[in-house]
C-alpha cells in the first residue's frame, strides 16, 4: 500500500514517513499543495496524508481540486487548528477524516487502518488465481496441486499483489515501476525485468502452471491453462 504525506513542517513530515515505513507502507513525502495534487494525479497512492497549511496551494485548494477531478483518494487532514469550523469545512470538500496535531502514532495507524478498509484495501488475507495462493500476512506464495510454497520478498510480494489484484490485464513496466519503486524513483526497466524472473524462478518452484507472459512493447501478464 502507498501513502502520500503532504506537509510542510519536514521534522514532522520524515517522523511521519519513518513511522509509516516502519510498518512496511510505502511512501512518498511532498512539501507544498502543488506537488500533492501532481502526485494524486498519477493514481498511484491509497491514501493521502494532507495537511491543511501548505504553501502555494493549502489542504483545502488540494481536496477541492482533488474531488473535482474525480480523484477518489482516500484523505487524512492534518491541521495545527482545533477549530470545529475547519474540521467541518474538511470533510464537506471531502476529506475521509481529520486528525489535530500533536497525535499519538497509535491514533494515527488505527486511522489508516479505519480508512483503507472503507476501500476494502487488504481486508483478506489471500489472494488467489487458477493452482496459486498468496498468503498476506506471511509473504508466502503457495501452490494447490502441489503443497509446495515459498516466502517471497517484499517487492516481489508488492508485484505479486498487483498481478493477482488485476489477472486480466497487462501491467506495463512503467506503471509497475511507479506502484512498486515509488513516483520519483530512479528504477529502470532492467530492475522490473529482474523482479519479473524472481517471480517467474518462484512459481517454477513452487510447481505452478501459473505463467507471466511477455507483451512485446506493451508489459507482462498472468496466463494459465484454461479449466
Given at each position: 500500500?502507498?501513502i502520500?504525506?503532504?506537509?510542510d513542517?519536514?521534522?514532522?513530515?520524515?517522523?511521519?514517513?519513518?513511522?509509516?515505513?516502519?510498518?512496511k507502507?510505502?511512501?512518498?513525502?511532498?512539501?507544498?499543495?502543488?506537488?500533492?495534487?501532481?502526485?494524486?494525479?498519477?493514481?498511484?497512492?491509497?491514501?493521502?496524508?494532507?495537511?491543511?497549511?501548505?504553501?502555494?496551494?493549502?489542504?483545502?485548494?488540494?481536496?477541492?481540486?482533488?474531488?473535482?477531478?474525480?480523484?477518489?483518494?482516500?484523505?487524512?487532514?492534518?491541521?495545527?487548528r482545533?477549530?470545529?469550523?475547519?474540521?467541518?469545512?474538511?470533510?464537506?470538500?471531502?476529506?475521509?477524516?481529520?486528525?489535530?496535531?500533536?497525535?499519538?502514532?497509535?491514533?494515527?495507524?488505527?486511522?489508516?487502518?479505519?480508512?483503507?478498509r472503507?476501500?476494502?484495501?487488504?481486508i483478506?488475507?489471500?489472494?488467489?488465481?487458477?493452482?496459486?495462493?498468496?498468503?498476506?500476512?506471511?509473504?508466502?506464495?503457495?501452490?494447490?496441486?502441489t503443497?509446495k510454497?515459498?516466502?517471497?520478498?517484499?517487492?516481489?510480494?508488492?508485484?505479486?499483489?498487483?498481478?493477482?489484484?488485476?489477472p486480466?490485464?497487462?501491467?506495463?513496466?512503467?506503471?509497475?515501476?511507479?506502484?512498486?519503486?515509488?513516483y520519483?524513483?530512479?528504477?529502470?526497466?532492467?530492475?522490473?525485468?529482474?523482479?519479473?524472473s524472481?517471480?517467474?524462478?518462484?512459481?517454477?518452484?513452487?510447481?505452478?502452471?501459473?505463467?507471466?507472459?511477455?507483451?512485446?512493447?506493451?508489459?507482462?501478464?498472468?496466463?494459465?491453462?484454461?479449466?
Amino acid at each position: 500500500m502507498r501513502i502520500l504525506i503532504a506537509e510542510d513542517e519536514k521534522r514532522l513530515a520524515n517522523a511521519l514517513r519513518q513511522i509509516l515505513t516502519e510498518k512496511k507502507y510505502m511512501v512518498d513525502v511532498v512539501f507544498d499543495g502543488k506537488d500533492a495534487l501532481a502526485y494524486v494525479k498519477s493514481g498511484i497512492y491509497d491514501l493521502v496524508i494532507l495537511d491543511i497549511m501548505l504553501p502555494y496551494m493549502n489542504g483545502f485548494e488540494v481536496i477541492s481540486a482533488m474531488r473535482k477531478e474525480n480523484l477518489s483518494t482516500p484523505v487524512l487532514m492534518l491541521t495545527a487548528r482545533d477549530s470545529i469550523s475547519d474540521k467541518v469545512k474538511g470533510l464537506e470538500m471531502g476529506a475521509d477524516d481529520y486528525m489535530t496535531k500533536p497525535f499519538s502514532t497509535e491514533e494515527l495507524l488505527a486511522r489508516i487502518r479505519v480508512l483503507t478498509r472503507r476501500r476494502g484495501e487488504m481486508i483478506m488475507n489471500e489472494m488467489h488465481f487458477h493452482d496459486i495462493v498468496f498468503y498476506l500476512d506471511r509473504a508466502e506464495l503457495s501452490c494447490t496441486s502441489t503443497s509446495k510454497n515459498i516466502k517471497l520478498s517484499f517487492k516481489e510480494s508488492e508485484m505479486l499483489k498487483l498481478f493477482l489484484s488485476r489477472p486480466e490485464s497487462v501491467l506495463t513496466k512503467e506503471e509497475l515501476i511507479t506502484k512498486i519503486w515509488g513516483y520519483d524513483s530512479d528504477a529502470s526497466d532492467n530492475n522490473v525485468e529482474a523482479y519479473i524472473s524472481f517471480l517467474r524462478k518462484k512459481l517454477h518452484f513452487v510447481g505452478s502452471e501459473v505463467q507471466i507472459v511477455s507483451k512485446k512493447k506493451i508489459g507482462y501478464k498472468f496466463e494459465a491453462p484454461l479449466c
